[in-house]
């Protein structure tokens, strides 16, 4: 892209500062761990802490206890911890009831999860929904120790499960408009880079570089537990969807893959057309995937009684890369590159929802004379006079009223970049004109009907 | 298909016995021969035979002369049939005069129909809107007498053409619905195996597994002489088509080539879209054509002042297979699995029909809870408890109100079968409920504003 | 195709003879180049001459002053031209000023425009908005004066830039109908035969072509020169634009290369489709372009205040071919096959918008009879039985009141031209009955909601 956002040079580096920093705090879907990560973010934008109390109730749901964690061991008959909570947090199924016992190797077995396949990595497991415990570690570690025999083991899980709250952030930045973009990322998981420590990058990222300037829309970034999260989040927020045009999950984009894009249940949202229109013309490959009722808090969003127009960007979709959900999903899988083109992408999609405005040529009958516009060699540019040329010709011929800069874009195959640039100098000499959105000519109807109503 | 609905084992058997019952009649589109064939499907289902007297107007028609024939031969100088209706009905040309002449083999020659590329087969022609007579033989045959020189022969057709009637069998299938369902076949074709005993034999074992149970739709079924007699049913039932929302003619369904469809005029009517999602997840090649005005009675069903939503049902088209229209379209040509195969996809055909309603999600702001609801072990199929998950994540999302379950199987892909049967264990848990079809929502409406019809 | 329209065996030396007539001639945007072109294409068709005076304004334009050429040379010290406008009118660049100066190589240098791709090519340009003056020739002949150093060098240029007018031709055949077929081709370029001497003798011969026989539509012809031609002619004709429902910008027709076709603005027009229809059927290579906002005057009759339905027809596209404005787009070629080529299919194109009429089936109860029709081995052509009776089948099947001739000739995907035929037919024995369009039932409406409205 030619007319690249400036999201800052240093911004992959800084994000994977910000992943790195949150790594090795132990967080789940309630618990301290959710506050420190907020904390942690406050450094970067005045993102405000929310707690729900225990039991309250979210449509078919329920806030749950609140999960805190002291300590968590395996130890032998030496007093040797052999899985050890304080070496890595993924040692520790999520949600895991407190234990205090001891227990022979055959007892023990019951409660461990290993990946055979990839013997050197620790899973992440949890137990949200049932009342259970369990450990995980290393296939290598627990053949280890299935070689000693049926020993004896002391099993201490030191958690809490006690009334307490959800947790979760929110930050906005108002608008000129109502209508709200949603930036939503989840919060829940522990020593996890990729995800989704790079989800929460880009989106604090993102809302560092929109807060540069005033807009036109307003943008709320949320920072919640995955599903309960979300959940909650539409029943306190219920009436303020309403005023949600557009929405983004962002999850999983850290990694070396290419970006994936899943479409919102709606499938043509201005959002979907955007999405795709930046990742058409980033020169990099990609995927586009059709919405389905799984995946990230779009499921949520997308349910039918409320239906936003909110898709799922990311880099290797979710369950699409060896290390997803495994302790090798570390400070190295998540690369500073990676970041930054993720948000310079996220930046583009906004920039280009910010920017979507539809204009009426002001001389539609013929062409106009374009000489004196100097858009042969503006911008400093002189290599493209004809880009700019191009671009001035499609957006006279096609502004009707009817069509705005991104249904230029794709109709012309030129960069929306490219056409909102162009676009300024026009309007600046007066050749196009915004059209306010409630006077805007319904696609098929002539524009003259339009200015019978502007008169 | 995992869900299979049970149209019984022995069914490719039955239904080949009853072909070969049927097979040595001579029929035609008039006569004695189609009553004895209506005779035999009784056997089976209580099926109304209908006589129409010659000369009866039908739109641009008239119901024509009876045909029917006693014998016909060519015997040479020693007495010898050398060309014997006895031994094949198809050595007639149907609807021929009657002759009895003397006449030498030059002129003979004039009246016969033979196959150069298949020597051994007999043709089968007809003469049906020309006064005239013919024989057709194997071209062998044929170049033995040829061999012969101009000896005299003796051509007898022993037949009457009469004030009579066309004879059509008629059996419905009361719903609880005014919707019907069409299926029909054509019955005046002699002795031709596949075309259509075939369909004869598919139609009445649908309507025997139709009857089963009481069913939503009103399913009617007709068994007709082609063109003369769809047209004569249109004209006598002109209101009664109105009910029609749905159709099916059935033909050429017993060889062993792959299914073919034939789409409706409409080109996207829902028996178009449900034949289509059947074969889809048949796991067979199959092939869909769109509509051209040749064929069989789907030509009457579809012109332009009946435009009804009726396409053909076929295994290898008219005209595809060299057997076609000949002796060799006998009973080795139609195989009891090929006929077991029909009967199966028509069955799923009709329950997909009977089965597509359309659901308003009970809970629709965000995911319901599932568990407890068994949708992962239930139905004894702990194999694909994703799948099960997969489908009533699918339900729950979609249905709001404006997608039917056809609508949902074909977005997500899944067979309607699972959806089916997923939708009784949501529904039974209150979470889907069936909405009316006078309330559907039509798509794009919000789901709110049937909601407030509804209150 | 079979149904050829006879535009005339002899037409393509005709149309050879006229570009060989008009070659010679010194055009440009305005001057006597272009009277004297329109005085030759009244030796075949009665256009009127118009004359606007310079600076008329014309939307965001003014007329320009005239410009006429008396002479124009670069002589050297001997006297000898070495530049002579007299051998070439393209020696001279369009719009130059007048000059008459002694200078130096090094200066005349700056003034001369050459191709060293092409050496032996003198290159087209012009200078119509920039107060300038140039002079173009062969590289190779630059070189040889470049080779003998600094000398000097009388340059004249005798021109004329007076206020004056710009001429353009005009020719109309009124129909029955007020609706109308705009045909436009640019009359500007000076001796380059393609571009567009083919396109105005393309579209004389049309012109006499139509002229035959009264027709239903109204066809306007109009030799404008470009841009500045159009702007003017639209805003003279501003009312009249609202008449225009179908047009076609002529130009480039007389080159070896395949037809190329650029689509107008609306994209799905009814002149877009004929023409993609006449183009499949014409059993050639074609190309349809989308409609882009540069090319030829399809710019001003599709600009947003107009979007007109006016596509533009060409063979090899603008800038596609090498010879593209050089003086290498000479008589030779142009091919007299090629011209004949574009006239058949300009006249199969008109003759399709003339005849896309609406039929309604008078029996679309089932099938009418056809047998007494002649439809077998009517026009003469026994060895295409099939074909004749398919077109009727279609006919009769589609022809609800709803489908154009055009329509069916597309969902059959047989041509125009056999359906036209055989309509002619079949409303002969008053199986199909015209509708008045304003009585056309809107696609989707029951044809017997249109059949109350003619009771």
């Known amino acids: 892209m030619t007319y690249r956002h400036d999201a800052g040079d240093k911004s992959g580096k800084e994000m994977h500062d910000l992943v790195a920093a949150l790594y090795p705090i132990h967080r789940s879907m309630t618990g301290n761990g959710v506050r420190q990560t907020l904390d942690i973010l406050k450094n970067h934008i ?178 919640i537990p995955a599903t309960i999260g979300a959940i909650t989040w539409l029943c306190r927020n219920e009436r ?67 239906n936003l127009p909110v898709g799922c960007f990311m880099r290797t979709r979710n369950g699409y890369y060896p290390e997803y959900h495994t302790s090798a999903d570390n400070l190295d899988l998540v690369q500073p590159e990676s970041l930054a083109d993720s948000l310079q992408k996220a930046v583009a999609i906004m920039e280009t929802l910010e920017g979507d405005l539809t204009y009426r040529n002001q001389k539609p009958k013929c062409e106009a004379r374009l000489d004196g516009l100097g858009l042969y060699s503006a911008y400093g540019d002189a290599q493209r006079p004809e880009e700019l040329q191009q671009a001035a010709l499609w957006l006279l011929n096609m502004s009707d009223g009817t069509m705005s800069l991104l249904d230029i874009a794709e109709r012309s195959g030129l960069p929306f970049t490219l056409l909102k640039k162009v676009t300024d100098t026009l309007a600046g000499a007066g050749l196009l004109a915004e059209v306010p959105s409630q006077l805007r000519t319904p696609a098929g109807e002539k524009s003259a009907d339009v200015e019978k109503k502007l008169t």
């Open 240 to 306: 303020r969807a309403e005023n949600i045009k557009h929405g983004l999950v962002l999850s999983l984009l850290g990694d070396a893959g290419s970006t994936t894009y899943k479409k919102s249940r709606q499938g043509d949202a201005k959002i979907d057309r955007v999405v795709e229109h930046v990742l058409q013309h980033s020169q990099q490959e990609y995927e586009i995937m059709d919405f389905e009722p799984t995946g990230y808090d779009e499921r949520q969003f997308c349910s039918p009684g409320f």
């Open 46 to 223: 005045p993102v405000q802490t929310h707690e729900v109390p225990s039991g309250t109730v979210a449509f078919d749901w329920q806030v749950p206890l609140e999960w805190n964690v002291a300590d968590a061991y395996v130890k032998d008959e030496s007093g040797a911890r052999v899985v050890d909570f304080t070496q890595s947090n993924l040692h520790l199924v999520s949600y895991s009831q407190p234990v205090d016992a001891v227990m022979s190797w055959s007892e023990l077995k019951e409660h461990l999860h290993t990946l055979p396949k990839h013997p050197d990595w620790i899973p992440y497991r949890t137990s949200h929904f049932k009342e259970s415990w369990g450990l995980c570690l290393s296939h290598r570690r627990f053949l280890e120790l299935d070689a000693l025999g049926d020993r004896s083991y002391h099993v201490r899980i030191d958690a809490t499960m006690t009334d307490g709250s959800l947790t979760y952030g929110e930050f906005s930045l108002p608008g000129t408009s109502r209508d709200e973009v949603l930036v939503s990322c989840h919060t829940c998981h522990p020593s996890l880079a990729n995800d989704n420590l790079s989800g929460i990058a880009v989106a604090v990222f993102l809302a560092k570089y929109l807060a540069r300037a005033q807009r036109r829309l307003t943008y709320r970034f949320i920072f």
